[in-house]
């Protein structure tokens, strides 16, 4: 009988003994798993995302964002069930262009609180988005784009805030100053994990766009329409360019020194390349985007010297510098935070001092 209940312990001995290994390799199988998979978050479940560069495909690995909260991190069953099922858009541009009103925008988009921040109330978003719009007379591009942008970002359960800047007076514009302008402001008020920069008259045409952040700077607008839906260049940046905020920081943020239309991009391109960082692009069926009309501005022609600089210059010429911008105005309105501010010009330094016209 002992002998018989000495053997009995010993068989439940080995047993238990087993369990932490198959916990251990249950466990160890199911992160490795994981580690290779991300996903869009999206009404109809699990889509897997493999992301594509220029060169190939790569596999982009499920990011979180660290938080003091103890709430959960948000889950594809999260979303709300009255967004419609992932996948590309149908849309009519032109009527919108006639139709659509900042007021219009704004009753669709309710749960936006004033300054253009949402966030979602059941659970922590994996990604705290800083949305940089770079703006100058196009109103109407405007309140389209915030009519598409503000949707898609909560369908995806993305913690965001929208940046509107504008460069002070009729001079020339200068896209890189005011867009490290708006990040130093954004930045200096609240933590975020990536800065999307997002052109004003580009809609998205597929809802599974990933607007979360990235583990490398992704570019987005792969496939625009003005371009028959064709990448013109395997460096291209601009459009729709998303990336952790340290990566942007660590390249010093975009070239100061580009005056007219062009080459800001291509030199944080280029300054991408030089910190050993790779541009990362969703599928191209599903990176598309439409383009609304504009005048076309005349391409700066002084661009392609400053280009061959980008490596020289990148590491005092960007966001630590001083006295290339003043701030004029901040002020939350009800879909975005306006931002003013005066850039000077190639022969005149900001002046923190200019008059600003009433709104």
Same mark, same amino acid.
């Given at each position: 009988?002992l002998?018989?209940?000495?053997?009995?312990?010993?068989?439940?001995?080995?047993?238990l =003994?087993?369990?932490?290994?198959?916990?251990?390799?249950?466990?160890?199988l199911?992160?490795?798993?994981?580690?290779?998979?991300?996903?869009?978050?999206?009404?109809?479940?699990?889509?897997?995302?493999?992301?594509?560069?220029?060169?190939?495909?790569?596999?982009?690995?499920?990011?979180?964002?660290?938080?003091?909260s103890?709430?959960? =991190?948000?889950?594809?069953?999260? /979303?709300?069930?009255?967004?419609?099922?992932?996948?590309?858009?149908?849309?009519?541009?032109?009527?919108?262009?006639?139709?659509?009103?900042?007021?219009?925008?704004?009753?669709?988009?309710?749960?936006?609180?004033?300054?253009?921040?949402?966030?979602?109330?059941?659970?922590?978003?994996?990604?705290?988005?800083?949305?940089?719009?770079?703006?100058r007379?196009?109103?109407?591009?405007l309140?389209?784009?915030?009519g598409? /942008?503000?949707?898609?970002?909560?369908?995806? /359960?993305?913690?965001?805030?929208?940046?509107?800047?504008?460069?002070?007076?009729?001079?020339?514009?200068?896209?890189?100053?005011?867009?490290?302008?708006?990040?130093?402001?954004a930045?200096?008020?609240h933590?975020f994990?990536?800065?999307?920069?997002?052109?004003?008259?580009l809609?998205?045409?597929?809802?599974?766009?990933?607007?979360?952040c990235?583990?490398?700077?992704?570019?987005l607008?792969v =496939?625009?329409?003005?371009?028959?839906y064709?990448?013109?260049?395997?460096?291209?940046?601009g459009?729709?360019?998303?990336?952790?905020?340290?990566?942007?920081?660590?390249?010093?943020?975009?070239?100061?020194?580009?005056?007219?239309?062009g080459?800001?991009?291509?030199?944080?391109?280029?300054?991408?390349?030089?910190?050993?960082?790779?541009? &990362?692009?969703?599928?191209?069926?599903?990176?598309?985007?439409?383009?609304?009309?504009?005048?076309?501005?005349?391409?700066?022609?002084?661009?392609?010297?400053?280009? !061959?600089?980008?490596?020289?210059? =990148?590491?005092?010429?960007?966001?630590?510098?001083?006295?290339?911008?003043? &701030?004029?105005s901040?002020?939350?309105?009800?879909?975005?935070?306006?931002?003013l501010?005066?850039?000077? &010009?190639?022969? !005149?330094?900001?002046?923190?001092?200019?008059?600003?016209?009433?709104s």
């Open positions: 009988m002998n018989a209940s000495f053997s009995s312990l010993s068989r439940l001995f080995k047993v =003994m087993c369990i932490p290994i198959v916990t251990i390799f249950v466990v160890s199911y992160t490795s798993s994981e580690g290779r998979r991300s996903f869009y978050l999206n009404a109809v479940g699990d889509i897997q995302l493999i992301e594509r560069t220029t060169s190939g495909v790569i596999e982009n690995n499920k990011t979180t964002t660290p938080s003091m103890s709430q959960r =991190m948000c889950l594809p069953s999260d /979303l709300d069930t009255g967004h419609p099922a992932a996948g590309a858009l149908s849309f009519d541009l032109n009527s919108e262009m006639k139709e659509w009103t900042l007021e219009s925008v704004r009753s669709n988009n309710s749960q936006v609180s004033d300054g253009g921040s949402w966030g979602p109330s059941e659970c922590r978003s994996q990604s705290r988005l800083l949305l940089i719009i770079p703006y007379d196009r109103q109407q591009h309140v389209v784009l915030l598409h /942008l503000h949707p898609l970002l909560r369908q995806q /359960l993305i913690q965001y805030t929208v940046y509107v800047v504008e460069q002070y007076g009729n001079y020339t514009f200068n896209k890189g100053r005011i867009m490290n302008a708006a990040y130093k402001e930045t200096s008020k933590k994990d990536c800065v999307l920069f997002h052109d004003v008259d809609v998205p045409e597929d809802s599974r766009i990933p607007y979360s990235p583990d490398q700077p992704r570019h607008s =496939m625009i329409d003005k371009f028959n064709v990448l013109p260049y395997g460096y291209l940046v459009g729709a360019f998303i990336l952790r905020t340290e990566h942007f920081e660590k390249v010093n943020g975009y070239p100061n020194d580009y005056w007219g239309w080459g800001e991009d291509d030199d944080i391109a280029g300054r991408l390349s030089h910190s050993s960082l790779s541009i &990362t692009r969703p599928p191209i069926e599903i990176a598309r985007y439409k383009m609304m009309n504009h005048a076309q501005r005349a391409w700066n022609a002084e661009s392609i010297h400053l280009l !061959r600089q980008t490596q020289h210059k =990148m590491t005092v010429d960007g966001l630590r510098g001083e006295g290339y911008h003043a &701030t004029l901040v002020e939350k309105k009800p879909l975005f935070t306006y931002m501010v005066d850039v000077g &010009t190639e022969n !005149r330094p900001p002046n923190a001092t200019a008059s600003v016209p009433k």
